[in-house]
């Protein structure tokens, strides 16, 4: 992420206060992992020229020079669920003593600082829900024994302590935790992730450029989406809303290759195949930031959305769902900083949406602007002194 590595000499931090030494969790290190993992990746680059950071992963493809590995072994029982207890177990053995914090990016016991990226599984399970419907989870729960291992991992990562801290990445999510987990509220805090702001200005020429290093179209409109699970962002919507456009109109998706061979389907079935770009999981997003228009996002399920930030960092225009759907669109203006939409499910009002940003200079450049403004107060250097400050109120 272009940080520049070099660790203050002195035993003291930025702040003036002593260097730690931290445990930070996170199964998969990896930049193509997803957006929990390149908030923890961020977080580690910075914190790692104020403090001794180790990371305990089972998949490490980023590495950060200071920064001490340690890989994990994983289950020899090919079960998520198991894998996690087998993560969690190892974990806790390798942290127990050495360590002034550990911080924890995973569904595990073992953290002082515990960092919740998706929606709890309680909340999904039971928020809302009638009694009769209640019950009925609870039976379901009964006979699950990976519901009952997920539930019972975060009850004990929301668990109080005078030493524990429960960090949400949204205020939104903040809530829905608290919620589930009313015992955790007096234990909260909110770090969302952060941006690291583009040196390259945008200009024509960097995005033709662009454009051809991921072997785009040159020429037309190009609409981004950036997501691992195709479905939970809204894939299949952001297809029938392509189809209402024309042909200059094309689409580029980024994210877990494991999906592409599923979604070309639904593309051939909308008849958009052929203006559909399927790239993978890319190294460095910023090309693809750097190439297109602008960014959908229709989720259904977002606890905040950094590839949002990014976008708007870059000075791309963004279409998003709402707070409901929506973790960082809390923090948003409805056409003042972006377009959000009440029902992502709705091809029509996405494609409403689209069109205008696309059709409309005035309003693209308007929002270009408010965007750039908006991802600059989101900076990891400002983002990493909060988790710093965290950090110091659970150290010993």
């Known amino acids: 992420m272009g940080v520049d590595m ?56 980023h590495h950060i020079p200071g920064v001490t590995f340690h890989t994990i072994s994983t289950s020899p029982i090919k079960l998520r669920w198991l894998n996690q207890v087998w993560y969690a177990n190892a974990t806790w053995r390798a942290t127990r003593h050495g360590f002034d914090v550990t911080h924890s990016h995973e569904n595990v016991w073992r953290g002082e600082v515990q960092t919740v990226h998706v929606l709890p599984t309680g909340y999904k399970l039971f928020h809302g829900v009638t009694p009769w419907k209640r019950i009925l989870r609870y039976l379901k729960v ?11 991992l975060e009850r004990a990562r929301c668990s109080p302590g005078r030493t524990r801290r429960v960090v949400a990445t949204s205020e939104v999510l903040r809530d829905q935790i608290a919620s589930a987990y009313p015992s955790a509220s007096a234990t909260m805090r909110v770090v969302t992730p952060g941006v690291n702001m583009p040196t390259e200005v945008a200009t024509p020429k960097r995005r033709l450029e662009a454009r051809k290093q991921l072997g785009l179209p040159q020429t037309g409109r190009g609409i981004l989406f950036v997501g691992n699970d195709y479905a939970k962002k809204g894939l299949n919507t ?28 639904h593309a051939q079935q909308e ?32 606890t905040f959305a950094m590839v949002v930030v990014e976008a708007m960092a870059h000075a791309i225009p963004v ?17 003042s900083n972006a377009l ?57």
């Open 6 to 61: 070099r660790r203050e000499s002195s035993s003291q931090t930025g702040l003036g206060q002593r260097r730690l030494r931290v445990a930070v969790l996170n199964r998969i290190f990896s930049p193509t992992g997803g957006g929990a993992e390149r908030y923890s990746i961020a977080l580690v680059e910075q914190l790692a020229m104020r403090h001794d950071i180790h990371v305990f992963a089972q998949s490490i493809t």
């Open 142 to 152: 009964a006979t699950s024994p990976r519901l009952i291992t997920y539930l019972l």
């Open 238 to 265: 952001l297809l029938k809303a392509l189809a209402k456009f024309n042909h200059n109109t094309w689409l580029a998706v980024v994210g877990n290759n494991a999906n592409i061979a599923e979604f070309q389907r």
């Open 271 to 302: 008849g958009v195949l052929d203006r559909v770009h399927f790239l993978g999981s890319l190294q460095n997003i910023n090309t693809a930031y750097a190439a297109v228009d602008c960014l959908a996002h229709p989720t259904l399920e977002d």
């Open 319 to 335: 279409v998003v769902s709402d707070r409901n759907y929506c973790g960082i669109s809390g923090l948003l203006a409805h056409e």
């Open 340 to 396: 959000l939409l009440k029902d992502p499910r709705d091809p029509d009002a996405l494609h409403a949406a689209l069109a205008r940003v696309l059709d409309n200079d005035s309003l693209r450049q308007a929002l270009c602007a408010a965007a750039v403004q908006f991802a600059s107060g989101y900076q990891w250097s400002t983002i990493a002194r909060l988790q710093e400050k965290i950090y110091f109120e659970v150290a010993p």
